[in-house]
């Protein structure tokens, strides 16, 4: 079975500076999906980024980035320019490309922005 | 694109009582539906997956008379607690999936039994 760890239950950053979340996956699978979604007190999971894994090319959106290193089986996410709307908690999850749709999380990285 | 809504946001109710959760995919048809139930602090716990027209496939340890759930249409998914006790209360989220394999989730509902 899949599993997805975030190693760091808790991050803080200042505002404007950069941000690093790690997520590490264990699968058999060559084919595959990766995700970050980001939680805030609101409670409302929000994708942030989406990566197919036979793309080598790195996800990004806008301010949000990942490294993906397949072969170390790594998905870190890269949040630039940290605003105080980025404080949440973010989850890593994979997903199967065949068979089952569902999502594997990890336990969640809570990030807190200081102004 | 890709919003799914949840009814109600939150419920309050008796025990032994039965409560009917909703979520709908607003502007896209989804293949698949999920329903995840979250504790404070802690990651999303999958409860079942609900493909329109077939029964839902629950997750070990989910009771399925207790938490019933129907995919009437491509568009709505409906999660019934039936006879709630306190130990039910919790954040209850679901989620649609799309053809690109995405999952959008709602906005959750709390339910509080008492």
């Known amino acids: 079975a899949q599993t997805v760890t975030q190693s760091q239950p808790e991050m803080s950053v200042q505002e404007a500076e950069t941000v690093t979340l790690s997520c590490t996956y264990d699968t058999s699978e060559s084919d595959y999906y990766l995700f970050w979604y980001k939680q805030p007190p609101s409670r409302q999971m929000i994708l942030v980024i989406r990566?197919?894994?036979?793309?080598?090319q790195n996800a990004t959106e806008n301010r949000f980035s990942v490294n993906f290193q397949k072969a170390a089986k790594s998905f870190s996410l890269k949040i630039s320019d940290s605003q105080l709307g980025d404080a949440a908690m973010y989850f890593c999850?994979?997903?199967?490309?065949?068979?089952?749709?569902?999502?594997?999380f990890g336990k969640g990285t809570k990030l807190t922005v200081n102004p | 694109g890709a919003v799914v809504s949840q009814h109600p946001s939150w419920v309050i109710c008796k025990s032994g009582t039965s409560v009917k959760i909703e979520c709908r995919s607003l502007?896209?048809?989804?293949?698949?539906m999920f329903w995840y139930r979250q504790f404070p602090k802690q990651s999303l716990m999958l409860m079942a997956t609900?493909?329109?027209?077939?029964?839902?496939?629950?997750e070990q340890g989910v009771e399925k008379d207790k938490f019933l759930i129907n995919h009437a249409s491509l568009t709505l998914s409906t999660l019934t607690v039936t006879s709630a006790h306190p130990e039910d209360s919790s954040f209850y989220i679901c989620?649609?999936?799309?053809?690109?394999?995405?999952?959008?989730f709602g906005p959750g509902t709390r339910l509080t039994v008492l």
């Open positions: 999850a994979y997903r199967s490309a065949g068979g089952s749709e569902k999502l594997v």
């Open positions: 990566q197919e894994a036979y793309k080598q």
């Open positions: 502007d896209f048809q989804a293949t698949t």
């Open positions: 989620s649609a999936s799309r053809v690109e394999d995405t999952q959008y």
């Open positions: 609900s493909n329109e027209g077939s029964k839902a496939t629950y």
